[in-house]
């Protein structure tokens, strides 16, 4: 697993970046700061919505973020760290997964919010390369069907949460 240069277990928070409910974004920052320790760093897509939630969240705690940004318009305020990757987003046309790859192959644990195309792009690159999946303030039935087939093939654990603190004591259970 990879390890940032701390020596901190890393955990991946994702979800949408765009029309964000507040109650998801509370819930993201919250799982952010039950999750943050010394040993702990949160990594996000670095942009608006839930990344930028988790980032606040986890800024109150440790003040080390590493984000893996595409390029124009991010970092968002609460990113230590930027790793522009040159990748760029999700593709929607060709699929191709962009940054989304390097957020889920450099977390030891993926924990998906509230989000979209981007987000289940994740959520199946979490399942296929075999990290950790929690699902939180949302459950599988919600996902399209190509995600919930990815899970139904998962052979790491996947949970689905409503709250943080669940999720959080879940995720450090795994690292």
Do not use: K, Q
Not at 23 to 34: I, Q, V
Not at 85 to 108: F, I, M
Not at 117 to 145: F, M, N, Q
């Amino acid at each position: 697993m990879w390890e940032v240069a701390e020596g901190r277990r890393v955990v991946g928070v994702m979800g949408g970046g765009r029309d964000v409910a507040a109650g998801d974004a509370a819930l993201a920052e919250a799982f952010a700061r039950a999750v943050s320790r010394d040993d702990v760093a949160v990594l996000t897509g670095g942009g608006p919505g839930i990344m930028e939630a988790g980032c606040r969240g986890a800024a109150f705690a440790v003040g080390v973020l590493p984000g893996a940004v595409p390029g124009g318009g991010y970092p968002n305020a609460f990113v230590d760290r930027a790793v522009f990757t040159g990748l760029g987003a999700l593709d929607p046309e060709t699929g191709a997964p962009g940054r989304n790859l390097v957020n889920v192959l450099a977390s030891d644990v993926v924990v998906a919010f509230r989000g979209r195309a981007g987000t289940a792009s994740e959520i199946r690159l979490a399942v296929e390369h075999d990290r950790p999946l929690a699902l939180v303030g949302w459950c599988v039935d919600e996902l399209d069907d190509e995600t919930r087939a990815a899970i139904a093939r998962s052979a790491s654990p996947v949970e689905a949460f409503a709250g943080a603190d669940d999720a959080a004591a879940w995720v450090l259970g795994r690292l």
